[in-house]
């Protein structure tokens, strides 16, 4: 089966520009994750949906963060406008089921953004 | 609040001797606690997984875990260290407020000499 894919796995953009990450899930995983790290620090939660709906945004550091998932498939993470602080490792992943806690997730490579 | 502390950023050690990563936890509850591990340009891969059943868990690769209670640890452990062990290993925790979310630790980059 094919993993979790993300692209692209590499973006530099200008301060003020905008981005848009994509991430395929495992076909027929209804829940779908952001995470990101930034440099020098933890992976941290972003957001969470199961089909097309955000179960848990908590995570959204602000509102120039938009993530979609239109018809529960691939979902699209947006920055307008990047701001400096947005570089780091973004990372998406997937889950069959509600109990991730017996199957854990599975994780794309990445997304690395720098803004400069 | 759930959390977990590695206590290591960097780990170094010779190919063939044995591989220790220390985690230690905390949660009100029982928790489910994973070792992720990060190789170069990869994704993040579920080493194991803990959630409450034997104490004693065992991954891939040869690599194990050990959930302690009365020390609230869950450290990594592997007999013998490979070359292709080299990369960066995350403790992870798993909140259980219904909702699937994932609290990682800073991670520890295991170094690998020859």
């Known amino acids: 089966e094919a993993g979790v894919t993300q692209f692209p796995s590499h973006s530099v953009i200008e301060k003020g520009q905008t981005v848009t990450l994509r991430c395929d899930p495992i076909?027929?995983?209804?829940?779908l994750y952001w995470y990101r790290r930034v440099m020098g620090k933890e992976i941290k939660f972003l957001l969470h949906f199961v089909k097309e709906s955000k179960q848990d945004e908590s995570g959204m550091p602000n509102n120039r963060f938009l993530a979609e998932r239109t018809g529960g498939t691939y979902s699209t993470l947006k920055v307008q406008p990047a701001e400096l602080e947005d570089s780091g490792v973004y990372f998406c992943?997937?889950?069959?089921?509600?109990?991730?806690?017996?199957?854990?997730?599975?994780f794309g490579s990445g997304t690395r953004l720098t803004v400069v | 609040a759930q959390s977990v502390t590695q206590l290591d950023s960097h780990v170094s050690v010779s190919e063939g001797t044995p591989v220790l990563l220390r985690c230690n936890y905390s949660s009100s509850y029982s928790p489910s606690l994973f070792w992720y591990v990060q190789h170069p340009n990869k994704g993040l891969q579920l080493l194991l997984k803990y959630t409450s059943a034997a104490t004693l868990v065992k991954g891939i690769n040869g690599f194990e875990a050990e959930f302690k209670k009365s020390e609230t640890s869950f450290h990594l452990t592997k007999p013998s260290a490979h070359m292709s062990d080299a990369a960066e290993y995350f403790c992870v925790v798993g909140l259980n407020t219904g909702f699937q979310k994932l609290v990682f630790g800073t991670g520890t980059r295991l170094l690998v000499s020859p």
């Open positions: 076909s027929g995983h209804d829940n």
């Open positions: 992943a997937s889950s069959q089921e509600q109990g991730f806690f017996s199957y854990g997730y599975t």
